[in-house]
């Protein structure tokens, strides 16, 4: 890894979790917005800190919305962009309201991609399904130890602490459990947790 690399070679890969099959236009990979919001997150720092988004006023052509995005990241003076994200605002009689989030998302998504974030995706890597069963396996919960009752290891944390950001987060899982932090889970208490998260109940804390 060089150090022009550094970021690409670090969030090059997509969990496959993460992404879903679309079959419009031929057919193609779509990564959940929120889970690159968390990885550029867990890169930088949290956003308007350690990086951000600027979105300039739309632009309209036709049915079409353009929203300009320009993205800083370290510091605010080290940009780059904008990028034009882009939406169809109207669809014969019927108005988008949710138009400009779409374009706005699908710029930062874009300016993300060409930081490396989800590389692996747009280099057309997940046409392979050799290649998607390799990242299933790399991002599956780490094997547990026997002893139901030892205390997670820090890549069961870290899996564990990657679910709780997807679903609740890490203080409402910890209260639930009543847990100072997520190192105080036992293994035989990681895959219940997991479940919780993933559960109606969950949602509704």
């Keep these: 890894m060089t150090e022009n690399l550094r970021i690409w070679d670090a969030v090059s890969k997509t969990n496959p979790a993460n992404t879903k099959t679309v079959n419009q236009r031929g057919g193609f990979t779509a990564i959940n917005a929120n889970s690159q919001i968390m990885e550029a997150t867990r890169q930088f720092g949290p956003i308007g800190i350690g990086w951000g988004y600027i979105a300039n006023d739309p632009i309209f052509h036709e049915t079409l919305m353009f929203v ?113 932090t997520v190192k105080d889970f036992t293994v035989g208490e990681l895959e219940p947790a997991r479940d919780w998260l993933k559960s109606p109940t969950a949602k509704a804390a």
């Design 68 to 180: 300009p995005v320009t993205l800083w990241h370290g510091d605010r003076s080290n940009t780059f962009g904008p990028v034009l994200g882009c939406e169809e605002w109207k669809v014969k009689d019927r108005v988008d309201s949710d138009a400009g989030k779409k374009a706005t998302t699908d710029a930062v998504t874009k300016l993300l991609s060409q930081l490396g974030f989800n590389a692996d995706v747009f280099l057309g890597l997940y046409d392979d399904q050799k290649y998607v069963e390799e990242r299933k396996r790399e991002f599956a919960a780490p094997v547990a130890p026997i002893d139901p009752n030892a205390k997670i290891t820090d890549a069961q944390r870290d899996w564990l602490i990657g679910h709780a950001e997807r679903s609740v987060g890490v203080a409402e899982l910890c209260r639930h459990y009543g847990k100072t």
